[in-house]
């Protein structure tokens, strides 16, 4: 006699928290506020089933809504919770100490990005101790494939180029690697003017030796 057919597995639904997913993401992608009913629009439901949604995640903290225009943004919240998630903040802390001796060397800003879901996520960021320089909004996400340092990140070798968006910068940009392999990409937006006290061979053997000890870092050596 054949065996029963083993039952489907339960497909389990928590509706409230599809709904308060569904806003979260599209406020993420959103340069400015939507007003309740975009909203509603945009995931195709009503205002009445994400007002309570919209309430809760406005008292959690997770969006912001302005007292006068009434359009609901985007907080910092969440980017502030994968702060605290113990790897994070472990390659943060490592790294920033380095980073700054490498600002200070170079007189350029760098910054320290991972990849966030398949994208370029900056998690750290040093400012040019110089009068001029190119700053990295910590948080920033951008394309892996037209980008140097996502070319970094997926493919571990050191890389130096123009920079895609932004003309006049050259992007440094040094894998850092911990006992599993590449976890992160330190990119220093090279500014080449007549004022750059430091030639760009010397700010790519800079970021590179900065790379090589936040990994040493990283793996347990000594700095």
Known sequence: MPDAPAPAAPEYSAPALDKGLDILELLADQPGGLSQSEIAEAVGRSVGQIFRVLATLERRG????????????????????????????????????PMRELAERVQQSCNLSVLDAGRVRVIAQVESPADFGYRVRVGALFDVVSTATGSVLTNGEPVVRPDALQPGITDVVVPVRDASGTVAAL??????????????GDVVAAATATASAISRLLQGEPR
């Open 62 to 97: 997770y969006v912001v809504r302005d007292r006068q225009s009434g359009l609901y943004s985007f907080s910092m919240k969440v980017f502030d919770l994968a702060h605290r998630h113990p790897p994070l903040r472990g390659l943060i802390a490592v790294a920033t100490g």
């Open 187 to 200: 990119t220093v937006p090279y500014v080449a003017t007549t004022f750059s006290a430091t030639p760009e």
